[in-house]
């Protein structure tokens, strides 16, 4: 098999596991609604999305405790916050020491403190079924929520990096799956 054989194989595969990992499920209820960091500040439209979708969500489901995951020294649970505060939303947990979406899954999980929780995933359609297939990989019971309300001027470049993220995180994603 050629180099260019294996790579292909490999990209062929990262793709079909996120693909089969990231169609929603049957859950209808959720203890948790995690928001998943957008790398953004108060002007970015992805970041704006997100809490949007976010505040619907606990509109939707009051009853679940809504999770704000991001990374803090560039300040995105902070712009959360705001954002969200202007829709009436105050109460929610931080966890602000991550800097990408495995980061999110593995460091929001021990805010949860039942066994086998049920998670909501506010994020970006794009971006949805890498982290409902990171999520589910690491044990979770999980369903994505959020659509994107307009098309982004970086939507191709989205695209691309989540390919790379895809082919990036297949092992770990594999390898919390089969152990």
């Known amino acids: 098999m050629t180099v260019l054989g294996i790579l292909l194989f490999y990209f062929l595969a990262a793709e079909l596991y996120v693909y089969g990992f990231s169609r929603n499920g049957s859950l209808t209820d959720y203890?948790?609604?995690?928001?998943?960091?957008?790398?953004?500040?108060?002007?970015?439209?992805?970041?704006?999305?997100?809490?949007?979708n976010a505040a619907k969500?606990?509109?939707?489901?009051?009853?679940?405790?809504?999770?704000?995951?991001?990374?803090?020294?560039?300040?995105?649970?902070?712009?959360?916050k705001i954002l969200l505060a202007k829709e009436g939303h105050t109460d929610?947990?931080?966890?602000?020491?991550?800097?990408?979406?495995?980061?999110?899954?593995?460091?929001?999980?021990?805010?949860?403190?039942?066994?086998?929780p049920r998670v909501l995933i506010v994020t970006s359609e794009y971006h949805q079924p890498r982290a409902l297939a990171m999520a589910r990989s690491l044990g979770m019971k999980a369903e994505a929520f959020g659509e994107d309300p307009r098309r982004y001027k970086k939507a191709l470049l989205f695209f691309i990096k989540e390919r790379f993220s895809n082919l990036k995180y297949f092992p770990q994603m594999l390898f919390h799956k089969i152990f």
Not at 68 to 75: I, K, Q, V, Y
Request: hydrophobic share 35%; no cysteine; net charge negative.
């Open 92 to 116: 929610f947990l931080e966890e602000g020491e991550s800097k990408n979406t495995w980061d999110n899954m593995q460091n929001s999980r021990p805010l949860m403190a039942q066994t086998d």
């Open 57 to 80: 969500a606990k509109s939707r489901w009051p009853h679940a405790q809504l999770i704000l995951s991001g990374d803090e020294r560039r300040g995105e649970v902070a712009v959360y």
């Open 31 to 52: 203890d948790y609604i995690l928001l998943l960091g957008a790398n953004g500040d108060l002007t970015s439209t992805v970041t704006r999305d997100r809490a949007s």
